[in-house]
Each structure stands twice: as C-alpha cells, then as structure tokens.
C-alpha cells in the first residue's frame, strides 16, 4: 500500500465526483457488477475475467495478504466507476516489474478520470521496489493508450491475436512500458525524489 499518499482521496473530473480507496472484502460484489456493466471488450486486456466472481474473491484475498495493491473509485451514488491493481511478483525472474491494470467506466471517457485515476494508480507504483512498469491494452483503446504515453510509457510489443472474445473472435493486445530509472525525474514529479 501507498506510504505517501493517504485514502480515501476525491477526483473531481468535470462534473463527476469520485471517492477512491484501497479495494476491500467488500466491495467484491460491486465490481462484479462493475464489470458486468461495461463492454467484454474493454475487460479483454485483463489477465483473467473480473466478472467472475471467483476471479474477484481471488483479487481481493492477494489484496488482504498484501500481494497486490489495489484501488476502487465509486461515484456520488456509491456505484463503482473504475478499479486499478498493481501485479508484482516477487518470486519471478522479474521482481523488479509492476503491471498496472486499470479499468474505468466508459461514462467517464474524455472526463479526465481516467488520466488522474491513473495517477493515483502510479503513485502506488512508484512506492513498489520495482524499476519498471508494464501496461497491457487493445490497440484502439486510443485514450488509454494516449494516457500512457502522457506518462512516459512507449510500446515495446503487439501481440497479435492474443486474446479470444466470447463468440471466439481474437484480438491484438499492445504492451507499453516505463522504465522508470531512465525517466529521471517521474519520482520527483510525484514527490517522491
């Protein structure tokens, strides 16, 4: 968990007040209702399906044992508007890499959510022993993609055909990732160098 930033934490993006917070136990059936709520394709770049709620039971027990790092945003109505998960694996060939998952209401597009939300999500990043973050998404996700890029990520590989949809249709997932010792100053632009 974050030592630098303390939750829960507002974003006012035009209109939109969210409320974000580390993920808990109980919001587990919130974002399977999340999830269910938005298009299968914007989940396709997740690892595995969060509208299944034995995916999300799962999410939520490596966030209590302190395995992965998590936030929820809910609106004013308490309905959940975005989730992110930080996934590092200490025991892995790669300790030093972080993968940042975030997903976010399709409502809140071109809102400037996405881009604090994704702040937020860095700056729990930047609090991990990790050198590098990677971020996985389908190639006409063009605001996310444009986010990342904002943020210093560039593209480093196009898997192609790499996710199957629901009817069996496949889909390209792009990969971008920071290097965050050869971007000097991201450390001291989240205040933390």
């Known amino acids: 968990m974050s030592q630098t930033v303390s939750y829960p934490r507002t974003i006012v993006a035009k209109q939109h007040r969210m409320t974000v917070r580390p993920l808990a136990a109980h919001d587990a059936d919130d974002i399977v209702a999340f999830a269910r709520s938005i298009p299968a394709h914007d989940l396709l770049f997740l690892l595995r399906d969060i509208r299944n709620p034995k995916v999300v039971a799962a999410w939520v027990e490596q966030v209590e044992r302190g395995q992965m790092a998590s936030l929820v945003a809910h609106d004013a109505n308490g309905k959940v508007v975005g989730c992110t998960a930080l996934v590092r694996d200490e025991l892995s060939w790669s300790p030093h890499v972080a993968e940042i998952r975030i997903v976010v209401d399709p409502s809140l597009r071109g809102s400037g959510f996405g881009r604090a939300f994704t702040q937020e999500c860095m700056a729990q990043a930047l609090d991990l022993p990790v050198t590098k973050i990677v ?23 196009l898997l192609r055909d790499h996710v199957r949809d629901a009817e069996g249709e496949t889909h390209d997932i792009a990969i971008m990732a920071l290097n965050i010792d050869r971007q000097g100053g991201l450390k001291s632009a989240y205040g933390m160098g």
């Not at 996985?136 to 605001?143: E, M, S, V």
């Not at 996310?144 to 890029?149: P, S």
């Open 135 to 157: 971020a996985r998404l389908t190639p006409d996700q063009a605001g996310a993609l444009k986010v990342f890029e904002d943020m210093g990520f560039v593209p480093e590989a």
